[in-house]
């Protein structure tokens, strides 16, 4: 199909057996391909190798897809790529975050290649001209968009870094150069929620991850993503998934 040939996509996928498979099959149709492991490696390579189209999971470790994809297409030097999510979770509730998020459409894992072949068609062939960027003289002050991307990219790097030991706000205004209230707004622009409720929401996901894909004990994933306490952690991971760690772990495996 010629309407892939020579076409620069990102593929972005923590799991390396679907990065191969995507790999090997979109090489036959001459693409030029470009990977990332995780969110924050993609937000970078997206803004670095300015791809045609880009691939990525929604549900990745460090830094989730939805993330990834609510700074690249808020960020006005990316904001016109189009971003297909890749992913094995069906609820609709996750496609309905990530096309908030900004994305273009879904495929799901695992993939059927002739339906990843028309997708990847259809966003190629209707894809938006670049428009071009408003350049102001030398030493512009961005544009309060501009500002709260910046600002957001910073402080989640910090965040994520080491969930079992988070920076405190004080820490952040510092790492980052400004106050809590620029932070929450910022996290508002970009993700829809405050410095703390991203933070949950992450320390929540990871739980979730490692219940699914390791045999730690309950009190050392807690301890692991920056709960003292087990039972509030226990507490916080049923509010958040309507299971306890132990119930979600035996409903999983």
Not at 64 to 90: E, H, M, N, Y
Not at 186 to 193: D, E, H, Y
Not at 209 to 221: E, G, K, M, R
Request: aromatic share 8%.
């Amino acid at each position: 199909m010629r309407t892939l040939t020579h076409r620069r996509i990102l593929i972005v996928d923590d799991e390396e057996a679907d990065r191969m498979l995507l790999s090997a099959y979109l090489q036959r149709h001459n693409c030029r391909l470009f990977y990332a492991e995780d969110g924050l490696e993609g937000i970078d390579k997206a803004r670095t190798v300015n791809p045609d189209l880009i691939l990525m999971d929604s549900d990745m470790p460090r830094c989730s897809g939805i993330d990834a994809c609510r700074i690249i297409t808020q960020d006005p030097k990316t904001c016109d790529i189009p971003v297909i999510f890749i992913s094995g979770l069906t609820w609709p509730e996750q496609r309905i975050r990530g096309l908030l998020a900004g994305a273009v459409d879904y495929i799901n894992k695992p993939f059927d290649f002739d339906e990843v072949k028309l997708r990847l068609a259809i966003h190629l062939r209707t894809r938006a001209p670049k428009p071009e960027r408003e350049e102001g003289p030398a030493g512009t002050v961005p544009s309060a968009k501009n500002r709260h991307v910046i600002v957001f990219h910073s402080a989640r790097t910090h965040l994520l870094k080491s969930l079992s030991e988070t920076p405190t706000m004080q820490e952040l205004e510092k790492l980052t150069g400004t106050n809590s209230k620029h932070l929450n707004t910022a996290f508002r622009a970009c993700a829809g929620v405050t410095v703390y409720q991203y933070l949950r929401e992450e320390r929540m996901k990871e739980a979730r991850s490692l219940l699914q894909q390791t045999q730690l004990s309950v009190q050392d994933i807690a301890l692991q993503i920056g709960f003292r306490d087990s039972a509030n952690f226990a507490t916080a991971f049923k509010d958040r998934f309507g299971f306890t760690p132990r119930e979600f772990r035996q409903q999983h495996n």
